[in-house]
Structure formats: C-alpha cells, structure tokens
C-alpha cells in the first residue's frame, strides 16, 4: 500500500509505524516522530519533498529494507535525525533541490546502496558516523551542483565504491575526529568542487583505491596524513597545496595539463613513479620525496619543477630522467639514487644545482646520461658526483 501526509502536522510517540510499500511527505507541516521507529517495506519508496516540509526524528529510527528502494528528500525539506539509528538497505538515497538534513548523536548506514546529491543540498553530520556499503553499480557518494557536505566528529567508512564531489560542491571536515577510510574505491573531486580540512585529517584509501583531482579544483592540506593504496592524479589546471603533511602512495603520483603540486615541509613517500607532464608544476620546500621507481619530469618551457632545501631519494633500480624542454632547479638541495638507476637529460632540457646542493649517482651500477642538446650547470659550492 502506499501512505501520503500532505499538508499537516502530525506527531508520533513511542510508535513503531511499519509501511508496506510508499510513503510520500509534501506541501508543507512539520511531523514529529519520538522514541518511535519508522519502517517501510515491501516496494519502499519514500519521498519527503515541499517548501515547508519538517521531520524531526528524536529518539526515533528510520529503516528501509527492501532491495531497489529509493529515499527522496528533495524541495527544500528540512530533516533533523537526533539520536537515532539511519538505515537503508539494498536502495538509493537521492538529495535534490536545496534538501536541508541536519545528523546529530545519530548513526547513518546505507548497505548494498549509494548517496546521490543534485543542486545544492546542504547535509550536516555531529557526533554520526557514516557507513556506505556501495551497490553493484559501484558509486557510493556522487555529489553535484553546489552540494555541502560537513562532518564534525563523524569518521567516514566507504565500502567497494567512489566518492565523488563534482561541479563547486564541498566537502568539509571540521576536526580531527572526523577520518576518511575507503575499501575498493576511489576519491575524486573535479570542476571546482573543494576538500576542506584541519590539522590532524586522515586520509586512508586502502585497498585498490585512487586518489584523483580534475578541473580547477584547488585544495590545501595542512598536517594531513593521506595513505592511498594505488595512485594519485592531479590534472586539468588544478592544485594541491600540501604543508607539513604526509603521502604515502603505493602506485604512482602523477601531475598533468597545467596542475600544480606544492609541498612544504612535507613527506612523500611513493612506490611507483612521480611523474610530470604539459605545462605543470612541481615544487618541494623544506621537504622529503622517497621514490622506488623512478622520478620523471616531462613538460615544456612553461612547466616548473623547483626543489629548494629538500631531498629526492630514488632507491633500487629507479632512474631520474629529465625531458621535453624542462627546466629543473635544485637550491641547497640533495639528490640521490641510491639503487642502480640512471640520471638521463634528453630534448632540450636543463637541470641547473645550486646553493651546496648535492647530486650523488655513485652507487653500484648507477649511471648517467646527457643527450639532444641539454645543460647541466652546477654554481654555488655544489656538486655532482657520477660514477659512471
């Protein structure tokens, strides 16, 4: 059956309203539900829409169980979950239209489902964890159009799915309390959307996830410690601003079409490669970059890589390589290839070492290489040492 509250106000205590199949809430009244439970089965649709719409849930909980549900809140709704367990299972939440939710001192869960956001909606979470277990389509949060999302003391688990903020939407952590951890899945941001953070921030993406950035997004860490099991992309004139703050990558960090990375007095420590291309941007200040394969700056004349009181590690058999026009400059830095690697100059580029910096290829089986038309100049008490 279905069951439609329009136009009312209506309170329930202590209740346990069961609904087998839709409810619908529209035009306008507040309803007010406490120490109650609210569960829709069967065909579990329920849409909670209109200007002047008000649900209060204290004390209450809210359970959808049905396989292929859908939860619409949408219209400038306004819901305030206080003390309460949220849960949909199997379904689909969608936020539309400038939906207002507010989750304090509450649990939130969705299984075998995903959070989808449309036109600036704002959610608020206090003191509410938030669990998402994706479904087969493998979304998880896909948020659009201005959405606002803010975490206060509420740790974020993603499960076997991405969460993905796009077109100028947010999401804000407020405190150190509020952690990320993604299972199986990626995290993205493009077109202008932000990643607002503290000092103290974790990032875990664990277990076959990314970490990508797209289209003038521009975020800045400051003491963030972010683990990301596969690899990062920073591209199309984005920026990521990274200070006293820790990367752990176990793929590769790569930095393409006019982006811009900048680290200060910062950690990056990368399994696989860090690599630049186009006209972007890499600059370490006061910092470390740990590689196991190889560093490769690629670009053009408008590209900057700038390393300033830092140091590049390249261990095993990882190379250093400088292409396409580059010009690197290392000030009162030390860089070292401490495997069997290689330093290549190729097309054009430049590497110019200055102010006591320190170039050392002199492990066993390290060599160097200089081709097509490249400088290297060393000044100011530095010095290169090559072996072979």
Do not use: C
């Not at 390249?314 to 000030?331: Q, R």
């Amino acid at each position: 059956g279905a069951s439609f509250i329009e136009r009312s106000n209506t309170t329930w205590t202590r209740s346990n309203i069961t609904i087998n199949g839709a409810l619908r809430v529209t035009g306008f009244g507040t309803h007010l539900l406490t120490d109650s439970l609210l569960s829709i089965s069967g065909l579990a649709n329920a849409i909670f829409t209109g200007l002047e719409v008000h649900v209060v849930f204290n004390n209450s909980d809210f359970l959808v169980e049905t396989e292929g549900s859908t939860v619409t809140m949408s219209g400038n709704a306004n819901m305030d979950f206080n003390d309460m367990d949220f849960v949909v299972q199997g379904g689909q939440l969608i936020l539309r239209s400038n939906a207002d939710l507010d989750y304090v001192n509450s649990v939130f869960n969705i299984t075998n489902g995903v959070l989808l956001s449309r036109n600036n909606v704002t959610m608020d979470l206090v003191n509410t964890p938030m669990t998402i277990q994706a479904s087969s389509t493998g979304q998880t949060i896909d948020a659009y159009d201005e959405s606002y999302f803010t975490f206060t003391n509420s740790p974020l688990l993603m499960i076997s799915g991405f969460v993905k903020f796009n077109d100028n939407s947010t999401l804000e952590f407020t405190d150190p309390g509020t952690t990320l951890t993604i299972k199986f899945g990626d995290f993205i941001f493009r077109d202008n959307s932000n990643f607002l953070t503290v000092q103290g921030t974790l990032i875990d993406i664990i277990e076959e996830g990314n970490f990508e950035m797209y289209d003038f997004v521009d975020i800045f860490f400051d003491q963030v410690n972010t683990t990301v099991s596969s690899s990062v992309l920073l591209s199309d004139f984005s920026s990521l601003h990274a200070l006293d703050s820790f990367f752990d990558v176990s793929g590769s960090f790569d930095i393409e079409l006019s982006t811009n990375f900048t680290m200060v007095s910062s950690l990056l420590d990368v399994t696989g490669n860090v690599r630049t291309f186009h006209s972007s941007a890499f600059q370490a200040y006061d910092s470390d970059i740990n590689v196991i394969e190889n560093v490769i700056f690629r670009g053009d004349a408008d590209s900057t890589h700038y390393i300033e009181s830092s140091r590049i590690t390249i261990t095993e058999d990882g190379d250093f390589l400088i292409f396409e026009e580059v010009s690197a400059t290392a000030v009162d830095s030390v860089i070292s290839i401490l495997g069997t690697g290689t330093l290549e100059m190729h097309n054009d580029s430049s590497f110019h070492v200055t102010d006591n910096s320190l170039v050392d290829v002199i492990t066993a089986g390290a060599t160097a290489s200089f081709s097509q038309r490249t400088v290297l100049s060393v000044s100011n008490l530095s010095t290169v040492n090559i072996t072979e």
